[in-house]
């Protein structure tokens, strides 16, 4: 049985038909990523699951009708925004322990979520001091407060540099190894690469493929052996990134907000590792055709 269910799909907001006709299922323990451009739907989507838009078609979250039987099928979704505004006044510990007492739990269950994304030594830090990636680790252990079987994430990792980035896909990746079931919206395909098993790929509000990140590469880079990897380092660490890569025999030059290194497929990460390794500061990267 699947644990998402949506069949038939339309949101509209006025005259403007946002979702058309759309209908998939993810089972349990799957990853699924949204994919395509701005305006494609991917959020329209999730809050439709959420129960937060009013929709047409059926939504259904292990059986639960999202539209009838809205409250107990919410206790089975933890969801995580792009950006989660929170009370900067209080700790890390209140908040989790605020949101906590929302769902009716107790406080233990709490500081347990803190402690699986690797925040239990923050407790009495003002939630307003945190970085970027620590604040969204906050937002993941509010979404798994109750233990839900299905994350829900709307390009989670979007505002975070690469060391943020990489720190909580670790988070997600050992996640859907417990046996969540995710489905998450994304524009960088390397977590598509990374996290997903299927694709849903959406395209003026409409499910144009249900595929897989295998096919989705063949779509994007089509007979490519090489990608344009773009990075971006503070201007102090250009030059030495630039020498450090071409020493290895990399073939880079420079941009208006780093370096772009040509690279074989099969090794796309290497240039972040090595830089990393020698200590230079990779703040974000997109991959290009």
Known sequence: MALLTIEHLTKRFGTVTVLQDISCTVAPGESVALWGPNGAGKTTLLRCVLGVLPFEGT?????????????????LVGFVPQEVT??????????????????????????????????????DQPVRTLSGGQRQRLALALALLGDPPLLLLDEPTASL???????????????????????????????????ARRVLLLENGRLEADTTPGELARRLFPETTHYRLRLHLPEPQRPGALQELRAHGFEVWM??????????ADEKAAPLLLLSRAGFE????ELHA
């Open 282 to 285: 990779v703040t974000d990267f």
């Open 86 to 123: 929170f009370y900067p006044t209080l700790t890390v510990g209140e908040t989790a322990a605020f949101f906590a007492r929302l769902r009716g739990l107790e406080p233990d269950e709490a500081r347990r979520r803190l402690a699986q994304v690797a925040l239990e030594d923050r407790l």
């Open 255 to 264: 941009n208006g907000h780093g370096l772009e290194v040509r690279v074989p």
């Open 59 to 75: 939504i259904r979250i292990d059986g639960l009708d999202v539209r009838r039987q809205g409250k107990q099928a919410r206790r």
């Open 161 to 195: 540099d690469v060391r943020s980035r990489a720190e909580f896909m670790t988070h997600l990746q050992t996640l859907l190894e417990q046996g969540k079931t995710l489905l998450f919206s994304t524009h960088r395909f390397e977590e598509v690469e990374h996290l």
